[in-house]
């Protein structure tokens, strides 16, 4: 038989298996109650002299859903009590215990996350700062985003977002995890309804995680593929995107249910309004079905076409290719040449009297190898520039040296 040490009722975790033992026995009357709330305190005990923490968390976590839906229960006493469970992850020497003890209370947590959804959040959180394990920090961080997401409270997790790049540091994880980790952020982002721009920001980081997968890997990410091409599309403020780049993004091209979205991706990125709308008149039900609003699509094609017509290499853009391009009224012309201006996709300036745009840069609507040469050949340019003014200015020097030392000569 076990020896049990005697431990103070004052001590905080035998206080927390007492309360929540009452609790769960009230109802059974005085006698059974106490009979019960003494064996578990007993219990209780031998875990604590013993060292059986993890044992001891399963026993405390018996009667969490009671707790949670107790009306006699304040929030703040929930917070002390979960506070009081938690704590034991800082008892554990192993990290595989501590793993396996934070599973067992985000297991209870997440488990109703509808009920107090802010208050488990917070618990979660706690349980988080008290762990020293880099793994299952990430784990009980997972849990807290999908927890957000289920109970609605993504605005408590979006300031985090923020830390990301220092965590994935901290947390040094597998590319697997990786995925995970910036496809749960992007559904807070999308649940939350904020930035377009971060929500496609976090699916792009996803989708670049599968680089040389086998085919039934890539086929893990064709959805979310094809959910990323269509924020895109939908987005008013995204203009320039590397999706035609990625693996995850090109195995759409000859694939039977998603072929015509990687087309319409292409279309955006590479060519015209007249192509989208060729495109629109063929496939309207299929653009209908993924909630794009056509007029939409050709506001932003306009900007999109404004912006290849402005990277030729020219310079200049008459006024009447804009309006044959955009398919505008000559009055229209400059209205959609500010938009551009205003979205920060070129810098320009109109000359009115030979009715002409004069390009001076232009964003890319992508950046791949033939932008990279092109680049390559201007900072060549430059260089050779530089160059030549610095010889200039050496050259000057010499002559202007020469004639201050001929002056000395002649003075004396």
């Not at 005085?30 to 399963?58: H, I, K, N, T």
């Not at 017509?309 to 309006?323: C, E, H, M």
């Not at 680049?375 to 340019?381: E, F, G, H, N, S």
Request: proline share 2%.
């Amino acid at each position: 038989m076990t020896a049990i040490v005697p431990i103070s009722e004052e001590d905080p975790t035998l206080a927390v298996v007492r309360f929540t033992s009452e609790l769960a026995w009230a109802d059974a009357g005085p006698e059974v109650a106490e009979q019960q709330v003494s064996r578990l305190c007993v219990e209780a005990q031998e875990c604590m002299v013993m060292g059986r923490w993890l044992d001891l968390a399963s026993l405390m976590l018996t009667s969490a859903d009671l707790i949670f839906s107790n009306s006699k229960v304040s929030e703040k006493d929930l917070e002390c009590i979960f506070t009081v469970m938690c704590d034991l992850v800082s008892k554990l020497e192993s990290p595989d215990e501590a793993l396996e003890m934070a599973k067992l209370i985000c297991g209870k947590i997440i488990q109703q996350p509808t009920d107090k959804p802010a208050l488990r959040l917070k618990i979660l959180f706690n349980l988080y700062n008290l762990l020293e394990n880099t793994y299952s920090r990430f784990y009980v961080y997972m849990k807290a985003l999908n927890l957000a997401v289920s109970g609605k409270v993504t605005e408590h997790v979006i300031p985090s977002f923020k830390k990301i790049d220092s965590f994935l540091k901290e947390w040094n994880l597998e590319v697997k995890d990786q995925r995970d980790l910036f496809l749960g952020i992007s559904n807070v982002l999308r649940e939350s309804k904020s930035s377009g721009k971060d929500s496609f920001k976090f699916l792009t980081k996803y989708l670049a995680t599968f680089s040389g997968e086998d085919a039934y890997a890539m086929g893990e990410a064709k959805e979310e593929a094809v959910r990323t091409i269509i924020e895109f599309v939908k987005a008013p403020d995204i203009f320039q995107c590397d999706l035609l780049d990625m693996p995850a993004v090109g195995q759409l091209e000859k694939d039977a249910k998603h072929a015509l979205v990687y087309q319409l991706l292409n279309i955006f990125l590479t060519q015209r309004l007249d192509a989208y709308l060729e495109f629109q008149a063929a496939n309207s039900t299929l653009l209908k079905s993924y909630g794009l609003v056509h007029e939409d699509c050709i506001s932003k094609m306009r900007l999109m076409s404004l912006v290849d017509l402005a990277s030729d290499g020219s310079g200049r853009i008459p006024y009447t290719l804009i309006q044959d391009t955009l398919r505008i009224n000559d009055d229209e012309v400059e209205l959609w040449v500010v938009k551009a201006i205003t979205a920060k996709l070129i810098n320009c300036k109109m000359d009115q009297m030979n009715q002409v745009v004069l390009v001076s840069s232009c964003t890319e609507r992508v950046f791949g190898q033939h932008q990279w040469l092109t680049l390559r050949a201007k900072l060549a340019t430059w260089r050779g520039d530089i160059a030549n003014v610095i010889n200039t200015i050496q050259a000057n020097k010499m002559t202007e040296d020469g004639s201050q030392a001929m002056q000395g000569l002649m003075i004396r």
